[in-house]
């Protein structure tokens, strides 16, 4: 009895953003009015120093060639932050709007500066309530099709040693061998992403003495669990 | 007597009767009366003396003050007891022993109660006014509160020692006065005056305690010694005697705590010991078939709270030990011996696990009285073992088999209609133990549909019978499609009339052959791969006729043929003799190729039906390789490759006239399990939206144990499969997690 799809598949709403200006420190004392056309111009100066000329936005390429000059890898986590910054929501591609959100709200304007303020990016994005955003935005990013929601099992291991790597190092490596060996899933929800995180943040690890089967976490943990658990008896 | 003289109007001066004086003259009458009481030689009271002596007591009680002695004669008259107790009654038992002190204790009590009485008589007139003016107690309470404190409190240890030795005496089997302890125990009973304390404090509870240490003493050595139902008949025994020493001596109110303390130390305390007794206990009972020991068992422990929990238990662990034993039995058989014979051995198992289970329900209503404990037993032991896998098949598989050799034709035949019915009475009961019901409802369904099909139903009553008793028990969902199937035959029947009256008005439309079709309702037959076949022209004009002929009745449905169900009856044009063969469409498609051509390879045969290599293989085995070769193979090996040739085998003979040629089934068994697996899938996902759109929010746990009551009168689902639905379900977007709660669910309208 086959059950007829009812359901018109919605366009999936983001829960997850939180405007970028809301985590920003005390905004500029300069009133808007007084912002300068100038200021923008810089802006624009600088994008189009990366963007290509035909496309209008800045592509893969001009990205790699600001990573270089940022002297940052373009799988360094921090891009990925700024991309969060901006609001990007095509991956490997900012626009014009983008760009400007972003050195706006960092407050730079030429390559130096935004090279300067990746640091402080960084220690803003990891706190807590800013890093759960970002996570589940990193997600998204990877997304390349607006009717796909789902990340292949190779580019969600790369995706979270990038992410979580640093704060987890643990975790992601036994995760990522263990999504390797296993056959049960071939792509990665954003369920059993922020899944991941969630267990990262609540079970100790490596014993997970407080973690249990009996509870709602993603059905792709509880096999990892068991098979952590087998390694580890 | 009636106090007469008060009422009439004497005209005569009363003379004033002074204390002293009218105490002497009452001496005289409690003397005479302990007189009599001890049983000297001294005549009864006459009415005058009574009269008088009442008198006496009138008077000197209405005398006007100070000469109206009320509360001198109470005081007196208590402490006429008193003497009387301090001089003789009480002397006379100090000096008396054991059994001996009992019965005078007896004699003086019964004494004592007739004194207050005679005396509360002379006295009667205080009783009237003088103590209910002064709040006093009666005088019958005062005599007996007399006895009470000065001898009573005196002996009731004594005497409670005494009697409780008696108790133990005939306890060991000696005969004791039963009428002298029951009077004995009468007075600790009245002593209390209404109320219970007496008898309760100064004399049961000490005898409880005896009782027990007693019992405890015995159990000991019993216990070592006896085996179980032997220990069982003297604990039954000992409760019996028990309850008639209650009747006979002992105050009723006893009783339950007596049972109680024996039953304590009987069987409470060694409980565990005694049921677990190597040889002789529960298990081995059960083992023995000790039908009456077990009878015995459960009266016993019936009326201790939770005393039948270990019996229970135990009986549980046998028959899941013996359903095992079966199992096991039945799965080293399996692998011991060849294909066939080892479906024969897990079909005995089937019979065998109704046996079991007829012999332990009898044990359950007859022995343990049809207790829900040992039902409930019963129920969880036959479903452990019922859903234990033998030899790669499911418990619903062999169910299904099993319901399918005694429906088909030449399976029971040598059975009666009732014992038939019986059968498939028990075997729809042992379902109600499997939880893959809907296993069971697959294999039955496909079995059914063969039986149907080709004709192999032995009995349409049965057939009919087993699917109502299926529908009691599982319910009309269960058996609709099933039912439906058994109507499509009948309309079938109907419809095949109807196209022959079509054939008979329409010279044109002939099939040019004797053609039978029956049209199945695709939702109550299961499903079947049908595969496009390259069929011979004959065949093919009769599709088309038939097609012309359903299309007058009905233009709305759509026909889709199933040639692998079908069956054909050829003349074999062999040399000895013609043969008629009875065979698949498809084992036909592939003989009627050698009309035109006499040699055709693999390839050829092939390219031309348009078949599968799986399919062809099995086909042109059935013709060349098994017991009737009709197709002559070259090489002529055992089985068919694809660089083999075939030739029409002329030579071919047989004894018979008509032949059916079988084409082995296709194991359905994993078609089975997949079309279950999916149909478990939209289950679960359904009762995930069911449960989620009433309730609106749910946590994780109790969705999954409402998924899983749900869904329990078909299957037992998998929590994992579960888990992965519901993730399914928040992929699209019926389901999310809650914000806060990550093990919250929230249903997405």
């Given at each position: 009895m086959p059950r007829t799809a009812s359901k018109t598949t919605k366009k999936?709403?983001?829960?997850y953003t939180v405007t970028s200006s809301d985590t920003d420190p005390v905004p500029s004392a300069s009133s808007k009015t007084k912002k300068s056309s100038k200021e923008n111009d810089e802006k624009y100066k600088l994008f189009n120093k990366y963007a290509n000329t035909s496309s209008g936005v800045i592509d893969p390429e001009g990205i790699e060639k600001l990573c270089s000059k940022l002297k940052?890898?373009?799988?360094?986590?921090k891009i990925l932050m700024l991309a969060w910054k901006m609001k990007s929501e095509r991956q490997g591609y900012f626009t014009k709007a983008e760009w400007r959100r972003a050195l706006k709200a960092l407050k730079v304007d030429t390559t130096k500066k935004l090279k300067k303020a990746l640091p402080e990016l960084e220690e803003q994005v990891r706190k807590p309530l800013n890093f759960a955003d970002f996570y589940a935005y990193a997600f998204r990013y990877c997304l390349t099709d607006e009717r796909q929601n789902c990340i292949d099992i190779e580019t969600i291991c790369q995706l979270l040693d990038m992410v979580l790597g640093s704060t987890f190092r643990d975790q992601v490596d036994h995760f990522v061998d263990y999504l390797k060996i296993q056959n049960d899933y071939k792509v990665i929800t954003m369920d059993q992403w922020m899944g991941f995180y969630r267990f990262c943040n609540e079970i100790s690890f490596?014993?997970?003495?407080?973690?249990?089967?009996?509870?709602?976490?993603p059905l792709i943990l509880d096999n990892f669990f068991e098979w952590m658990r087998e390694k580890q008896a | 007597v009636q106090e007469s003289f008060g009422n009439q109007s004497f005209r005569m001066e009363r003379k004033t009767i002074d204390l002293e004086q009218g105490w002497d003259y009452m001496q005289t009458g409690i003397t005479k009366l302990k007189r009599i009481l001890e049983g000297l030689p001294e005549p009864q009271f006459d009415s005058e003396q009574y009269m008088m002596l009442y008198t006496t007591i009138y008077n000197m009680c209405t005398q006007k003050p100070p000469h109206d002695y009320s509360q001198q004669l109470y005081d007196k008259y208590r402490e006429a007891f008193e003497e009387y107790i301090n001089s003789t009654v009480l002397p006379a038992l100090k000096e008396k022993h054991d059994e001996y002190m009992l019965r005078e204790l007896v004699k003086r009590w019964s004494n004592h109660k007739v004194m207050v009485r005679w005396l509360s008589r002379f006295f009667y007139y205080l009783d009237r006014y003088f103590i209910a003016r002064r709040s006093l107690p009666p005088l019958n309470e005062v005599g007996l509160t007399c006895f009470r404190d000065r001898v009573y409190n005196e002996l009731h240890s004594k005497v409670k020692d005494a009697v409780i030795a008696l108790v133990d005496k005939e306890r060991e089997g000696e005969q004791i006065d039963r009428a002298l302890l029951k009077n004995v125990l009468d007075i600790y009973v009245e002593i209390g005056m209404g109320q219970m304390e007496r008898y309760e404090v100064d004399f049961e509870s000490f005898m409880l305690l005896d009782s027990a240490s007693y019992y405890s003493r015995k159990a000991s050595s019993w216990i070592q010694e006896d085996s179980c139902p032997d220990y069982m008949l003297k604990s039954e025994e000992c409760l019996k005697k028990e309850r008639e020493r209650v009747a006979h001596y002992l105050h009723s109110s006893s009783e339950p705590k007596l049972v109680e303390k024996v039953q304590h130390e009987l069987?409470?305390?060694y409980a565990n010991q005694l049921l677990e007794k190597e040889h002789s206990g529960c298990r081995a009972l059960l083992r023995d078939d000790k039908v009456d020991d077990l009878s015995r068992m459960y009266r016993l422990y019936h009326k201790i709270a939770k005393g039948l929990e270990p019996v229970a238990n135990i009986f549980k662990q046998h028959v899941t030990a013996e359903g095992n034993a079966l199992v096991q039995q039945a799965e080293d058989t399996a692998t011991n011996q060849a294909a066939n014979t080892a479906s024969v051995q897990e079909q005995v198992l089937i019979r065998k696990v109704i046996e079991l289970h007829d012999k332990y329900m009898v044990y359950v209503v007859e022995c343990f009285q049809n207790h829900t404990l040992f039902h409930k037993a019963l129920k969880e032991a036959f479903e452990i073992f019922c859903n234990k896998t033998v030899a790669g098949s499911s418990s619903a598989e062999l169910l299904a088999t099993f319901c399918d050799n005694i429906l088909k034709?030449?399976?029971?035949?040598?059975?009666?209609d009732e014992a038939i019915e019986d059968t498939l009475e028990k075997v729809v009961k042992l379902l109600a133990y499997i939880s893959d019901k809907d296993l069971f409802a697959e294999f039955y369904r496909k079995k059914l549909a063969r039986r149907l099909l080709f004709d192999r139903s032995a009995n349409d009553d049965h057939e009919r019978s087993i699917l109502t008793k299926l529908k009691q028990q599982c319910g009309g969902q269960f058996t609709s499609k099933m039912e439906g199937m058994v109507t499509d035959l009948t309309l079938a029947r109907e419809n095949q009339t109807s196209f022959e009256e079509y054939l008979g008005n329409n010279p044109a439309a002939n099939p040019g052959i004797d053609l039978t079709v029956t049209v199945l309702t695709t939702g109550f037959w299961p499903s079947y791969k049908s595969f496009d076949i390259n069929l011979p022209s004959e065949m093919v004009k009769c599709v088309e006729v038939f097609k012309g002929f359903y299309e007058t009745k009905t233009k709305h449905r759509k026909l889709t043929w199933i040639y692998s169900l079908g069956t054909c009856h050829l003349n074999g044009k062999f040399d000895h003799k013609p043969i008629e063969l009875v065979v698949s469409t498809y084992q036909a498609a592939v003989l009627l190729l050698f009309n035109t051509t006499d040699k055709l390879s693999y390839n050829d045969i092939l390219t031309q039906l348009n078949l599968s290599h799986e399919d062809l293989v099995r086909l042109l085995h059935s013709l060349s390789c098994a017991r009737y070769k009709i197709l002559v193979k070259e090489p002529s090996t055992k089985t068919v490759s694809q660089t083999d040739s075939f030739e029409f085998n002329a030579k071919f003979t047989d004894r018979m006239r008509r032949i059916k040629i079988p084409l082995p089934p296709v194991d359905e068994r994993k078609k089975v399990v997949e079309d279950v697996d999916k149909d478990r899938r939209y289950a679960i996902d359904a009762a995930i939206v069911r449960i989620m759109k009433s309730r609106k929010v749910l946590g994780h746990q109790q969705l999954v144990s409402e998924c899983v009551e749900q869904l329990s009168r078909m299957f037992k689902p998998d929590i994992k499969a579960i888990k992965k639905r519901m993730e399914d379900l928040i992929t699209r977007d019926y389901l999310e997690r809650d914000k806060e709660n990550a093990n919250m669910f929230r249903y997405l309208a």
């Open positions: 999936r709403s983001k829960p940052v890898s373009h799988t360094d986590i490596p014993d997970m003495t407080n973690y249990s089967l009996e509870l709602a976490w | 069987l409470v305390v034709k030449g399976g029971s035949e040598k059975l009666s």
